[in-house]
């Protein structure tokens, strides 16, 4: 059984900048993509980043810039550092890994930014 667990999200103020963490645990072999999407209410889900197991990245438009993810194959966890956040980053953000051509998500976690 995997499981992601997110942490980091909060309420921040536009301009500031938060950092939300995924880690993964349970019985898995190795972890291929991770990454890090977002819904707010009414919308579908969207692919903000994702980043491979050799560490290539790849970003939303509009996100690139100002969000970066990173991850720690010791510890089966990726990172999100975002900065310069608009109000219109606010959203529950979910984490997403790739393991044995399965996908798995978190829980959410919510990010607030207000103007």
């Not at 919308?43 to 990245?57: D, F, L, M, N, P």
Request: proline share 2%; net charge positive.
């Amino acid at each position: 059984q995997v499981q992601l667990v997110e942490s980091g999200g909060g309420l921040v103020q536009a301009g500031g900048s938060l950092r939300l963490s995924c880690a993964a645990s349970g019985t898995m072999n190795s972890i291929n993509a991770m990454g890090w999407y977002r819904q707010t209410p009414g919308k579908q889900r969207e692919w903000v980043a994702h980043i491979t197991s050799s560490g290539r990245t790849n970003y939303a438009d509009s996100v690139r810039g100002r969000f970066t993810i990173s991850r720690d194959n010791a510890k089966n966890t990726v990172y999100l550092q975002m900065n310069s956040l608009k109000p219109e980053d606010t959203a529950v953000y979910y984490c997403n890994a790739i393991i044995t051509g399965r996908s798995y998500w978190g829980q959410g976690t919510q990010v607030t930014v207000s103007s």
